[in-house]
Structure formats: structure tokens, C-alpha cells
């Protein structure tokens, strides 16, 4: 069955700003129709600038972080829209003056001449869950540096504390607040209430999380991700949230340099070398990525060996190496998922046995410290 091919009548390029909006249509040629530069306030007056140009019409909008509202708001108005890439478009146009208008007249015309590098836009069910997981990733980093003002607080008092969550926290504050200083004792009690409260919010978010990823539409990739060890069900909500469907992606090049994961190359004097990763696509992705593949270092012996090669490649520099490692376990990801295969679990570390037998050891030697010093 062949596909209908639509022939738009305009198209219309859109430079979007917090509080102004440029908007220039043109005609299949490239001649400009209209163009329209107003307020964002102005809502009904862009209905109908849109609804007035030629049908069927074609509309691409740069791709901003509050790009949200306007395609929600303004996708009935045309027949088709696009979000366009904005660092392949400013590639393409190179070094130029730049001004709203020519910035949406020069998308306008590489939209009509099929040159306008677009991306792809999320339908509601999967923006939903993206939302989800982008609150997630939140409320976890709040958590994360509330814990780290409270061992700053137990290390400059020389306490070992307990285990940083509200009601150990809490516990432990009523049998051993008076070691620290008023102050100290103070800002502490403010922060595990602050715990508490991230605890309180997160335990229906993730409930949330959990129950849409169990939907017909996500549970059969969520059932291939989740056989990597470190990926549950939170983690595997988010990646495939933030991804969407694998098979737009013609490769895990292609998917490796969308998550804004692959080095950044620098050219000069002929010479090219290889900086940080371009952190082009969606934080929230690398953020699980990265925490993910460390999780699968911790049970997967081969993975940690690659992992501590990389760190010494590095210099000693973990964060790198975790990186890597997040780069690897998408491109990874991405062939489990085109192929429709479980992930085959390497050697396991038996950490939580070595953890013991250190623990023990450790005790062990306290032991025998406090009978020699009796003695």
C-alpha cells in the first residue's frame, strides 16, 4: 500500500521566546506569505493568523525548553508540525547575522524545500510518563544534596551518623542529638524533615511511575530492559519515557549522539581532539543511564573490570568513567530492543558477600584491638 503524499500550500517557520513569538509563512517556492510578530499572550490572535494561510499548511517551531505549551496549543491550527533541531540548524546557517525574523524565514524555506532538520515530538501518554520521571529525577537530586549537608554536618563533628533516610535519621537524633552543637543539632532536625517530606512525596510518584509503565504500550520493552541488572522498574520507566520508540533511530550511533552522550570534537592546527560529551539531549536520560550502569557494575563482573579499566584510562577520574560506562549500556539498550533480546548476565561479583566478609574482618580486628589494650 503506498503512502499519501501531502503537498502543504505554506509553511511556516516559528523563533519562539519567552515572551514574543515571530512567525513567517511561505509558499512551496520559498515566497514569503505572511509573517507575524506578536506577544505569547496573544493566543487567539495566532489562531487565526494560522488558521488564515493556505491549507493543508506545515509548521516547525525551533526547539526551546518551553516549547510545550505552543505545540499543544497551536497543533490544531495546521495540518502538520515539527519541532526543529536547533544546533543542526544553527550549524547549517553558519555565521550570519541573526534576528528573529530571518532565524524563522530561514526555517520557513528549508521546511518548504524538505531541508529542516526536525525532531520528534511525544504523543500525551509518553509526555505524561516523561513528566513523571522528570520529577522523579527532581526530587531525587533534592534528596541527594540534603543527604550531603547532613554528613558535612556529621563529618565536621566527627559523628559516624546513621543511614541517611527520615526515620533512621529521626531515630538517631533523639538518642545522640546532644553530641552536636545547638546550631548543628538545629540545621540537622530542619534537614531530616526535609527527607521525610521528598520520602512522603515520592512514594506515590513512584507508585504512579510503576503503574504506567506496566501499560500494554510499555510493558514489553520494560520486560526487555528490566533483565539487565540495575534497571527496575523506575529506571526503565524513565528510558524508555525519554527515548520513545527505539526504531526511529537508524543505529545506536545515531541514538548514542541524540542523548547528547557521544565526545565533543574540537578541531585547530589540523589536529582533533576529543573533549567532554555535548549534553545535547535529555538530562534526565544520562542521568539514569549513568546511575544505572553503575548499579550493573556492582553485580556484573565483567562490566566493573571495563569500568575500572576505564577509570585508570582516565586518570583516576570516576565521573568519566561512569560516563563511558552510561554510553555503553545505551548502545547497549538499543541492541537488545532491535534484536528483542533479554541482556546475558556476565560473572557476578557477589559484592554483598564480599561486603560482609570485609564487615566482619573489620569487626574481628576491633576485637582483638580492645583485648590487647585490656591486657
Known amino acids: 500500500m503506498s503512502e499519501t503524499i501531502v503537498a502543504h500550500r505554506s509553511f511556516i517557520g516559528v523563533d519562539l521566546h519567552k515572551t514574543t513569538v515571530t512567525l513567517v509563512a511561505v509558499a512551496p517556492d520559498g515566497t514569503e506569505i505572511a509573517r507575524l510578530k506578536i506577544d505569547t499572550k496573544c493566543r487567539q490572535k495566532i489562531r487565526t493568523w494560522l488558521l488564515d494561510l493556505p491549507r493543508p499548511s506545515h509548521m516547525a517551531v ?38 528573529d525574523y530571518r532565524d524563522a524565514l530561514d526555517m520557513a524555506r528549508r521546511l518548504a524545500r524538505g531541508e529542516c532538520p526536525v525532531g520528534y ?8 510518563l516523561r513528566k513523571l520521571g522528570r520529577h522523579w529525577r527532581q526530587l531525587s537530586s533534592v534528596l541527594a544534596r540534603t543527604k550531603q549537608f547532613m554528613r558535612s554536618i556529621l563529618l565536621a563533628a566527627n559523628l559516624r551518623g ?30 531530616i524533615q526535609l527527607v521525610q517530606l521528598i520520602e512522603l512525596q515520592r512514594n506515590p510518584l513512584r507508585f504512579a511511575i510503576i503503574e504506567a509503565s506496566r501499560s500494554e504500550r510499555f510493558a514489553p520493552m520494560t520486560k526487555i530492559l528490566q533483565s539487565v541488572p540495575g534497571i527496575g522498574e523506575i529506571w526503565s520507566c524513565i528510558i524508555i519515557a525519554e527515548i520513545g520508540p527505539f526504531d526511529r533511530f537508524p543505529n545506536a550511533d545515531a541514538l548514542e549522539f541524540w542523548a547528547g552522550m557521544t565526545a565533543d570534537l574540537k578541531e585547530s592546527a589540523g589536529r582533533t581532539q576529543s573533549g567532554p560529551i555535548t549534553k545535547a539531549g535529555s538530562r534526565t536520560l544520562r542521568w539514569a543511564l549513568c546511575n544505572a ?23 583516576g577520574i570516576k565521573g568519566k568513567a561512569n560516563t563511558a560506562m ?34 566482619a574482618a573489620k569487626r574481628a580486628q576491633k576485637v582483638r584491638k580492645t583485648r590487647k589494650e585490656a591486657a
Open 121 to 128: 515530538i511525544a504523543d500525551d501518554e509518553l509526555m505524561q
Open 326 to 359: 552510561g554510553r555503553r549500556l545505551l548502545r547497549l539498550l538499543y541492541a537488545m530492543v532491535r534484536d528483542g533480546k533479554l541482556y546475558e548476565p556476565g560473572p557476578s561479583r557477589h559484592r554483598t558477600a564480599a561486603a560482609n566478609k570485609a564487615r
Open 62 to 99: 525551533e526547539a526551546v525548553g518551553f516549547v510545550e505549551w505552543f505545540i499543544e496549543c497551536f497543533r490544531p491550527c495546521v495540518d502538520a508540525i515539527d519541532i526543529a533541531d536547533a544546533t543542526e540548524l544553527s550549524n547549517r546557517r553558519g555565521k550570519r547575522r541573526k534576528n
Open 293 to 315: 550502569a553503575l548499579t550493573l557494575c556492582h553485580s556484573d563482573a565483567g562490566q566493573e573490570a571495563i569500568r575500572q579499566r576505564l577509570i585508570r584510562k582516565t586518570g
Open 162 to 191: 546513621p543511614k541517611l533516610d527520615g526515620s533512621s535519621g529521626q531515630r538517631w537524633l533523639l538518642a545522640h542529638g546532644h553530641k552536636l552543637k545547638p546550631v548543628q543539632r538545629r540545621a540537622f532536625a530542619n534537614l
